[in-house]
């Protein structure tokens, strides 16, 4: 464990370093993602002031809902965004540099980049919405934030394990790139709650692509809507997912081949 | 080399490097297509027991969003500002410069062939689901909607033209760019209808060209725009056309001044 730690400081310092040669690009991603942000809380006030709710959800539950997905979104993205390159480091035999260190390569793959420094201005711009909603709703985050923290870091790891997945789809498809495209792009503008859509799309989204993990079921917890089952399904998402992942990565590892990189 | 043949070949260039990885547009059209089936379920949703709200029955929002959907495959330019500023700061600018070909015109060809061939495959989509599965209301004035729609796709080429010589000041510009370009997707009315937004929201962008970058063309299709309107509408566009074109050309000339590129 102190080893993974020491390594993990080393990445980070790195990284920091690598950030500091390049404050410019921190900044434009910050203002990238407020405008998107900004845009996007524009789209929900005008529906809420022409319809008053969206399938029973009220304003602040439709902003709270908001939030608490654009943080899971961007928690994923600080630490372990490294996963969005995994089907083409397999896809392109890069995948050696990481086998062959004496560390655990799936710890390598997901945590090599850190992006504490460059996502928390966004992060905290989430939660900043996410108090915003509650404080319509007349709750204080104080009070649900062991609710807020479960339910965030589960949406996280159930992202993470999706992600890889994904990545780990690749050592039988060759590339998988699109596919994590296609999913970080949905997930990104998914910010409704499930009860807009009939019941087989719910599924859909609520299984095979586990998009409900990273808002709606951990408002659901917050907000206090049907917070067991939606507990259950979190822990039980978190643990499919990594069993998952761990199946492929063994399994699909014997296949990996590469002539040096 | 005569003119006309130099840029027919950047066009067969261009269809072939489009052509050779159909999976990118595909993938932004799969992607894409997703949000819209999102918006669909949405304002289902909103829409419940209700007939009408501020003029917009159901069908027609829906078919609002397809023709948005479909406008931003053909009017597509926000990448311009990229690929220029990347030029810019890398300096390979210049070897635009040295060539015989004037570099906004390369743009454009590349640019009008791109969406040509994208909306080969747009339009057969839209008119199969409206023709064929009735899913979206027939279109309004066609003929309009396709002289809009033209206008709209040279309106958003010269519209983030300007915004890539941006790139001549601030180097590292594509997050100032990125959040101005969320409000023109706000303003040009490609998130939400603009009848929905507040009077004082309306009344600003009356004095703005974005809302013809995407919502003149779609207004006209799904009819909210009568005739005459439409008619006007169009004029709107051709002029602010005229406006932005000949800014674009005046600074650049002033940015060319800045440039300053070594080796390469």
């Keep these: 464990m102190k080893k993974y730690l020491t390594i993990y400081k080393s990445l980070s310092i790195t990284r920091l370093m690598q950030l500091a040669e390049y404050r410019a690009n921190f900044l434009m991603i910050n203002l990238a993602s407020l405008g998107y942000n900004i845009v996007t809380l524009v789209f929900i006030e005008v529906l809420l002031d022409n319809f008053g709710n969206i399938a029973g959800w009220s304003r602040g539950e439709v902003i709270v809902l908001y939030g608490v997905g654009q943080a899971t979104f961007y928690l994923y993205g600080m630490f372990i965004g490294a996963l969005n390159d995994l089907s083409e480091d397999i896809r392109l035999a890069n995948l050696d540099m990481l086998l062959l260190k004496p560390v655990n390569a799936i710890f390598m793959i997901s945590l090599r980049r850190f992006e504490l420094v460059t996502m928390t201005p966004v992060v905290v711009v989430s939660v900043a919405i996410t108090i915003y909603g509650l404080n319509i709703l007349g709750i204080s985050l104080v009070k649900v934030l062991p609710l807020y923290i479960f339910g965030v870091i589960a949406g996280t790891l159930i992202m993470a394990g999706a992600k890889l997945v994904i990545g780990l789809g690749a050592f039988w498809l060759g590339d998988t790139h699109g596919i994590g495209r296609f999913y970080r792009h949905v997930s990104e503008k998914f910010y409704f709650p499930m009860d807009v859509y009939p019941e087989i799309v719910g599924f859909v989204f609520k299984t095979i692509i586990p998009i409900a993990a990273l808002s709606y079921f951990p408002s659901q917890i917050i907000l206090g809507r049907q917070p067991i089952i939606a507990a259950v399904y979190l822990v039980a998402g978190v643990l499919f997912f990594f069993l998952l992942s761990y199946v492929m990565w063994t399994k699909g590892v014997k296949r990996y081949a590469s002539a040096s990189s | ?264």
């Design chain 2, 1 to 264: 080399m005569p003119s006309a043949k130099k840029y027919l070949l950047v066009a067969k260039t261009t269809l072939a490097d489009e052509m050779a990885y159909p999976s990118r547009f595909f993938f932004s059209f799969y992607s894409d297509g997703v949000v819209l089936i999102i918006m669909y379920f949405l304002w289902r949703s909103l829409y419940a027991g209700q007939a009408e709200v501020k003029g917009l029955t159901l069908g027609s929002i829906i078919t609002y969003y397809a023709v948005v959907f479909a406008a931003r495959k053909l009017t597509f330019a926000k990448s311009l500002y990229r690929r220029l500023s990347g030029h810019v700061k890398r300096g390979t600018l210049v070897t635009f410069l040295l060539k015989p070909i004037d570099f906004n015109s390369y743009y454009i060809v590349s640019y009008l062939t791109k969406r040509i061939y994208q909306a080969i495959i747009v339009i057969g989509l839209i008119a199969f689901l409206t023709a064929g599965l009735h899913i979206f209301d027939a279109p309004h004035n066609l003929h309009l909607f396709v002289v809009s729609i033209l206008l709209a796709s040279l309106l958003n080429f010269h519209i983030y033209l300007t915004f890539g010589l941006v790139a001549f000041w601030i180097t590292d510009s594509w997050g100032f760019v990125s959040i101005v370009g969320r409000f023109i997707n706000i303003l040009a009315g490609a998130v939400i209808p603009l009848a929905f937004f507040p009077n004082w929201v309306t009344n600003i962008n009356t004095y703005l060209p974005f809302r013809h970058m995407v919502s003149t063309p779609a207004s006209i299709y799904t009819g909210i725009f009568a005739t005459y309107t439409a008619q006007k509408q169009i004029l709107e566009q051709v002029t602010w056309l005229i406006i932005i074109f000949v800014l674009n050309r005046l600074l650049w000339r002033v940015a060319l001044k800045r440039f300053d590129a070594v080796g390469n």
